[in-house]
């Protein structure tokens, strides 16, 4: 909670707590609304992929780790004594290098402004470099005798001369990216008039302002709300902005009403936390000033952070690599139980050995999910809006066996290669499931929420013995408590814990038909 003695109370953790307990309703996002031909237009510039500042920071502090660590090591092989192990040249100057990279970070120096600007940090620069090759030219010294000074020189002065052409490089280079719109925050902001005119105002006064404002969306009519904000088109209403979210590749959505709004903003936020976006509320005009700790800032604008996208950067890219590696050892250890499923399902039953469905993945999208086929083909229902029941006469004998198992799932690995699926996720389901007569949506209102991150082959709910058949309310509002709940406190290690609890509790068929 952000907190101003003698004054009003804004308590973000209540404003969320509020939005998840369902208390405004969520759009259908099966029934999207139609884009006006401006707003479309617009979606289709920013279909493309950005390059996140955070990505290029992490790999950056690699590349100069790398750099460091290359000068150090010719300069130790050309004119080091030639007596000198190479395991304590590479182990020392290794050491030296990741201390240079941890100075620069400590002085701010992979900062975006710092890196756009290296003249200005170039004296950080050098003491850092200069620090990292004093201390690992002593523990040289301690170890195995000093550099000779010819190395040293050479050290010293070459790592400098490759630190500093590098940072001119990359800030041109960044400058560059930052002009042609390759790296940069995409934002949207929600609300028009004079708030959204001041609010990107004061985002265009910033000098390394990585922002790029898209458009307006705003539910008031021309007469509350021009047409064009501060050289900004309004796009559409809040309804269209959902669907135009998932049409561009959108990082942020801003919204500019005064924090005692509090009720408009609840609306506003129910209708738009279902989308892997970061949702701020700008903070810039509030007369009401809070603690440091309660803002977040882009240059010099304070923001509320209401709600941040799920599993980002760094930490999808390290989910990723989980997801392939784990996944090619599954298909190399099981695919004689593949080979094996398949032929019984070729063999005892006419048809196709795979069966594909259309299931909602990532952001609502629709994707093609691979099982083995586990009906007859004459009674298979690829909606799956009439729901496998016990003994259901849809289902052949070896389909039976391999739902009960889940071996009918085995092929989505090759989903997750794909990247459709992830390994660990909230379960996928299909287009036109239901519960009943009625659809998820119609049950719990903050169902679509579990789409902010890709769906999983296996997920939190499913180990905790909610598998199978969904044929209640209660079931299906279980399931997205612990869809969310998985989404909310996400790591790598909490999915190697689901995947290795997955086939113990797999053992427990009692719901799967």
């Known amino acids: 909670m952000s907190k101003l003695e003698g004054q009003e109370q804004f308590d973000i953790e209540a404003l969320r707590r509020r939005v998840s307990d369902g208390v405004a309703s969520t759009p259908d996002p099966h029934e999207p609304v139609e884009l006006n031909p401006l707003a479309r237009q617009v979606a289709e510039q920013f279909r493309d992929e950005n390059y996140s500042p955070s990505m290029l920071i992490g790999q950056y502090r690699l590349v100069e780790f790398l750099l460091m660590l290359a000068v150090g090591l010719m300069a130790e092989l050309l004119f080091g004594p030639a007596e000198r192990s190479l395991a304590i040249r590479f182990s020392v100057i290794g050491a030296g290098a990741a201390l240079v990279v941890l100075l620069l970070q400590l002085a701010d120096a992979y900062q975006i402004p710092s890196i756009r600007a290296p003249g200005r940090t170039r004296m950080r620069l050098l003491g850092s470099w200069v620090i990292g090759v004093a201390i690992s030219t002593g523990i040289l010294l301690a170890a195995d005798g000093a550099p000779t000074i010819v190395g040293l020189i050479v050290w010293l002065v070459g790592g400098a001369c490759v630190l500093l052409i590098e940072r001119f490089l990359t800030a041109f280079a960044i400058r560059n990216w930052a002009r042609n719109g390759i790296m940069e925050r995409r934002a949207v902001i929600v609300g028009g008039g004079q708030p959204a005119k001041e609010l990107a105002r004061a ?17 008031r009519g021309s007469d509350r709300s021009p047409e064009v904000v501060a050289g900004y088109p309004k796009l559409g209403t809040f309804a269209e902005l959902v669907e135009f979210s998932r049409l561009a590749r959108i990082d942020m959505l801003i919204i500019a009403l005064p924090p005692t709004a509090e009720d408009r903003i609840l609306q506003l936020i129910r209708k738009l936390w279902v989308l892997p ?6 903070a810039h005009a509030n007369r009401l000033r809070f603690r440091p700790r309660a803002y977040s800032h882009v240059g010099a604008v304070p923001m509320f952070d209401i709600f941040d996208k799920p599993i980002r950067d760094w930490d999808s890219v390290a989910k990723r690599a989980f997801d392939i590696f784990f996944s090619m050892l599954a298909i190399v250890f099981l695919w004689p139980v593949m080979l094996g499923v398949a032929l019984a399902v070729k063999l005892t039953s006419a048809g196709p050995i795979l069966f594909v469905q259309k299931r909602h993945g990532f952001n609502n999208e629709i994707i093609n999910v691979l099982k083995f086929r586990s009906m007859y083909t004459h009674l298979g229902d690829p909606t799956a809006k009439l729901a496998v029941t016990k003994g259901d006469p849809r289902v052949t004998p070896v389909g039976r066996f391999i739902r009960k198992s889940s071996l009918d799932e085995l092929p989505q690995f090759f989903n997750v290669l794909r990247g459709d699926l ?18 998820y949506v ?14 999983g082959v296996t997920g939190w709910a499913q180990i905790n013995g909610l598998r199978g058949e969904i044929d209640t309310d209660e079931k299906i509002r279980a399931r997205i408590t612990y869809d969310l709940d998985y989404i909310e406190n996400w790591s790598l290690l909490f999915d190697l814990k689901i995947l290795f609890l997955t086939p113990i509790r797999l053992l427990n068929t009692d719901n799967a038909y």
């Open 277 to 282: 976006v970061d949702i701020r509320l700008a």
């Open 442 to 455: 119609d049950v719990v209102e903050s169902y679509f929420a579990r789409h902010r991150v890709k769906p």
């Open 203 to 219: 985002l265009e006064r910033q000098p390394d302002n990585d922002i790029r404002i898209c458009g307006i969306f705003d539910d």
């Open 422 to 439: 992830s390994l660990v996720g909230p379960r996928p389901h299909a287009v036109q499931a239901q519960t009943g007569d009625r659809k």
